[in-house]
């Protein structure tokens, strides 16, 4: 299931070998957390379950955080109790942020939190417009626009947008996950994600045209999973065999029997669908949103220090973060070992 990373074609092995792989992989790590108490770990999502977090419910379906002798609980988040608060209230082990800005925010701020995986090698966000023979051709043409921006968005890409192609405050109408606004009125924008909004917006038959951020130069990283620094400090061994499992889950995901685990999502997001879930793998791999960029050749998860500093230059000219700020011990990478899916097919 999972291999070393390197830039020579892979062996493809069949879908029926990955789980028999992945017992392998953590067979030694699980004999030795058998002899101890299996630590319960808790893991906030930001938001409700869905096709963007599977990794932690592909693990939890599978059975790797059993066998790697973990006791994982999976917290969702709502409107109400997103990533943000869930990093402020320190009371969990492990929380998936959205992008880098909120890492970022998460460091100037001093929360107790490290990143470990950039899960997504690209910001998932676009701006979506009604399509048809005026409409804007450009994040460039938005100028001006009326566009539905969440609050969050505001201190994060949406500076981005002034700073890159001259948006203004005057342009943002408020979008709070509701696309019933923005299907009824032909000129106007919103914010979307790659991996569900554009999908749902073509299934509800509404012609659209989708900016997306990464394709703008935005070099945000997608959902980053962040750990409790004091677990990373006190004991590496869990976060390890944490990570391990979880990146293991995003490859059967990905590339296996996805039935069990987009069972455990709808089980925990009744509106969620099959179809909502294979319109997402299919956005991901259009978008090589999880195994592109470094990740294919330095593994799923990977971070890098040329990339982070990238995001924090970028962001410089927004003056949300001070210009010598030391983000050098806002992530690791020591948990991460250029391992990389195999195809399967």
């Known amino acids: ?131 048809g023979p005026d409409a804007p051709r450009s994040l460039v043409d938005l100028r001006g626009y009326p566009i539905m921006i969440s609050p969050e968005a505001l201190d994060n890409y949406w500076a981005f947008l002034v700073g890159r192609f001259g948006y203004t405050s005057s342009q943002v109408r408020r979008y709070t996950g509701d696309s019933t606004l923005f299907i009824a009125t032909p000129h106007i924008a919103q914010q979307g994600y790659l991996t569900n909004d554009v999908a749902r917006l073509h299934a509800a038959g509404v012609p659209i045209r989708v900016f997306p951020l990464a394709d703008a130069g935005y070099s945000s990283y997608g959902p980053i999973i962040v750990a409790r620094r004091a677990l990373v400090d006190q004991h590496p061994e869990i976060v390890q065999r944490f990570l391990d499992a979880t990146l293991q889950g995003w490859c059967l995901y990905l590339h296996g029997d996805r039935t069990g685990t987009d069972r455990l999502i709808m089980a925990g997001n009744p509106d969620y669908t099959e179809q909502n879930a294979s319109d997402a793998v299919a956005a991901m791999r259009q978008y090589q949103l999880i195994e592109g960029g470094d990740a294919r050749t330095q593994g799923i998860g990977i971070m890098t220090a040329a990339r982070w500093n990238a995001y924090f230059q970028q962001m410089q000219p927004t003056g949300l973060y001070p210009p010598h700020m030391d983000f050098s011990t806002l992530y690791t990478t020591r948990f991460l070992h250029h391992m990389t899916c195999d195809s399967g097919q």
């Not at 028999?20 to 699980?30: F, N, P, Q, S, T």
């Not at 955080?65 to 990533?83: C, K, M, Q, S, T």
Request: glycine residues 6%; aromatic residues 10%; hydrophobic residues 55%.
């Open 1 to 131: 299931m999972f291999r070393r990373a390197r830039s020579s074609g892979r062996s493809p092995i069949r879908s029926s070998l990955y789980l028999r792989a992945i017992v392998a992989a953590l067979a030694l790590a699980a004999t030795s957390a058998m002899a101890a108490p299996r630590p319960h770990l808790r893991v906030a999502l930001g938001w409700l379950p869905q096709a963007d977090f599977a990794g932690f419910f592909a693990a939890q379906a599978n059975g790797l955080y059993d066998r790697a002798g973990l006791d994982v609980e999976i917290v969702p988040g709502n409107a109400r109790n997103g990533a943000v608060m869930m990093l402020a209230t320190g009371a969990y082990d492990f929380v998936n942020v959205f992008n880098s800005g909120v890492a970022l925010d998460m460091a100037n701020v001093h929360l107790p939190y490290i990143a470990i995986a950039a899960i997504y090698q690209k910001e998932p966000t676009a701006i979506i417009v009604h399509d």
